[in-house]
């Protein structure tokens, strides 16, 4: 993806002879083990990643399924399933590319847009007038914030590619618990990123990739931003009570 090649055409082939790689050598971790991890033509090495990522892929997805109760199969319940599969699965192209090369791809972004559209027309979705707002909601505050920060630092403050990622998860999962996301991921970043650079004594002014924070904080506030929202609102509620 960060090097602008389709991922249908051309098929599947070994970056080093070109060979087009067949079928039953390109079945997910099988394939690596029967050519014990080298190209079938010029035997140059497959690197492990390849099998790495595709166990991990199926992981997330039986965990998407399983993490969608009561019963991932049923209509309802399948819309939270293939939400929770997109927030997780995303995950691996997020942090394999944005901490190397800063940019999320638009597969990634766009498609969260087009995913979250089309499924909020489905039983069990927010519905695909939600769906609008948190893609106007999300992806308009996070660009209006950048642009002001670029105004202010005098330098690209946000990615742009944050922007559509954000927006990607108000049409999935609404306005609402995106921003409890973007709440999430930016103190993830924080917390995170300052003590690293101050321990390994990297300059603060670097740019930060903030896309796998904002991945990882997806998930958590798709499962339980509701209950964090009330449980803070309750909390609100009692101190505003007490200081009557
Ligand atoms: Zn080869």
Known sequence: MPRELSLIKPGSHCPGCKHKIAIWHNIPVFGWLILRGRCANCKEPIPVSYPIVEILTATLGFLAAFLAEPNPWQ????????????????LVPIFAIDFKHLLLPDTVTIGGILLGFALSFFPGSIGWLSSLIGIAACGGSLFLFGFVCS??????????????????????????????????????????TIPHRLLTKKNMQLPLPFGPFLGVAAPISYLFGDAMLQSFLSLLFQFNLSGL
């Open 75 to 90: 209509s309802a319940d399948l819309v939270k399933s293939i939400s929770l599969f997109w927030f997780l699965t995303t």
């Open 151 to 192: 105004k202010i630092l005098k330098k690209e403050g946000m990615g742009f590619g944050d922007v559509k990622l954000l927006a990607g998860f108000g049409a999935i999962m609404g306005a609402e618990l995106a921003g409890i996301a973007l709440i999430i991921g930016a103190s993830l970043a924080l917390i995170i």
